[in-house]
């Protein structure tokens, strides 16, 4: 079965810029989107088909896929973007990386 | 505004069965694909079952295949996910998910989620 691989902790400071990876087989060929969850909520779509930022989504969430690594990119990261952060592809059926908990600090 | 309610979690001992429910609002129900993801306390996302726009195609993880059928009353605006010969291993908050798309095939995303609903299974 299709695994998708994801660093279980990231750190940034505020107003830096934060990377989260998500590496699986041939990744750059499949459509990705990353999941925001904060604490004790559910969670909310923040990029879509690799690139797209849902309405009311803040700019400062972008995404790539190539290779075989997506990236979640957010820059000037703010002490609200602290969560967890999960990738998801399509591979004949739905699959999730592991997550990624993002620490601003 | 979309709106996505789950309910029918419960405590069940293993073995037994269980239906969930989720109410939709706000959106054209029957244009959507759906979904349901599960999480485990203090884990991850898991994926467990998709159904097309108009129920013709499913899909199931591994790990429910058998035991788990989805299903969607486009006419009450529902999705349901009968759950039997539960395992301890299927304690999670259950989510159903809105579908950016109409069909199972392929990833656009999924844009609405519930509040989740808990299914604990322990004797």
């Known amino acids: 079965s299709y695994e998708l691989t994801q660093p279980p902790s990231v750190s940034v400071s505020p107003g830096q810029t934060a990377s989260i990876t998500c590496s699986g087989d041939k990744l750059g060929d499949k459509y990705v989107c990353w999941y925001q969850q904060k604490s004790g909520q559910s969670p909310v779509l923040v990029i879509n088909?690799?690139?797209k930022r849902p309405s009311g989504i803040p700019e400062r969430f972008s995404g790539s896929n190539s290779g075989n690594t997506a990236t979640l990119t957010i820059s000037g990261t703010q002490a609200m973007d602290e969560a967890d952060y999960y990738c998801q592809a399509w591979d004949r059926v739905v699959v999730f990386g592991g997550g990624t908990k993002l620490t601003v600090l | 505004e979309v709106h996505l309610v789950e309910s029918g979690g419960d405590l069940v001992q293993p073995g037994r069965s269980l239906r969930l429910s989720c109410a939709a609002s706000g959106f054209t129900f029957d244009d959507f694909a759906m979904h349901w993801v599960r999480q485990a306390p203090g884990k991850g996302l898991e994926w467990v079952s998709s159904i097309g726009w108009n129920g013709g195609n499913t899909a199931y993880a591994d790990s429910v295949k058998g035991r788990f059928t989805i299903s969607r009353d486009n006419a009450k605006n529902s999705l349901y996910l009968q759950m039997s010969s539960l395992r301890a291993e299927d304690t999670a908050f259950y989510y159903c998910?809105?579908?950016?798309?109409?069909?199972?095939?392929?990833?656009?995303?999924?844009?609405?989620w519930g509040q989740g609903t808990l299914v604990t299974v322990s004797s």
């Open positions: 088909q690799d690139t």
């Open positions: 998910a809105k579908d950016i798309g109409s069909l199972i095939e392929g990833l656009r995303g999924f844009d609405s």
